[in-house]
């Protein structure tokens, strides 16, 4: 489950679950209409499937021809009569064919219980205002409010970008007038008239 408080009015969620394949599909509708009941919109609902049918059948013969190989070495090695690093060799062998048996065996009961569920989420949305309630007019309160509060947001933004620049200016016109330094005044004042 996965659940957010977008704004101080609006939830985000999801929530998955897992159900038997043939209880799947009408909980799903059940559960889209619950959304909807409670003025949610949903966003996107899944019904996910697999084919662990053929996973578990691969399994099963993987464990299977492992099986019998495991069935030959173990008769040879009842016999008797090998050597003992043929036997060692054998003995190996065995141990090796016995952990790919409990292997796919594993495989089969994950297959199984994969098989016997369905994996299900919800996303959703709900909106709306806890202050205004049913009001027809609290989406337009609503958006006015949200206007104003961009409106203001700009103005303070071009604010902080053009104070510097303005107090910086500002700056260099008082030192101009301010600093006792005619001769170069009068050079610049006449080189500007000269051109």
């Known amino acids: 489950m996965h659940y957010a408080l977008v704004r101080n009015d609006s939830v985000s969620a999801s929530l998955e679950f897992k159900l038997a394949p043939d209880l799947a599909r009408a909980f799903g509708k059940e559960g889209i ?3 909807e009941h409670a003025d949610g919109k949903l966003i996107r609902a899944a019904i996910e499937g697999q084919d662990v049918g053929s996973d578990i059948a691969a399994a099963q013969k993987r464990g299977s021809d492992a099986q019998a190989d495991l069935n030959q070495i173990e008769a040879k090695l009842a016999k008797g009569g090998l050597g003992d690093r043929e036997r060692a060799e054998l003995n190996q062998q065995a141990g090796a064919l016995r952990a790919k048996v409990a292997a796919e065996r594993d495989a089969q009961t994950t297959g199984a219980v994969r098989l016997a569920s369905t994996p299900m989420t919800f996303t959703y949305a709900g909106g709306g205002s806890f202050v205004w309630g049913d009001n027809p007019f609290a989406g337009v309160a609503q958006a006015s409010w949200s206007s104003l509060r961009t409106m203001v947001a700009l103005v303070v933004f071009i604010v902080g970008i053009g ?33």
């Open 163 to 195: 104070a510097p620049w303005l107090a910086l200016l500002i700056a260099l016109l008082v030192l101009w007038r301010v600093l006792p330094i005619p001769r170069l005044r009068r050079f610049l004042l006449r080189k500007t008239e000269d051109e």
């Open 33 to 35: 209409a619950a959304v």
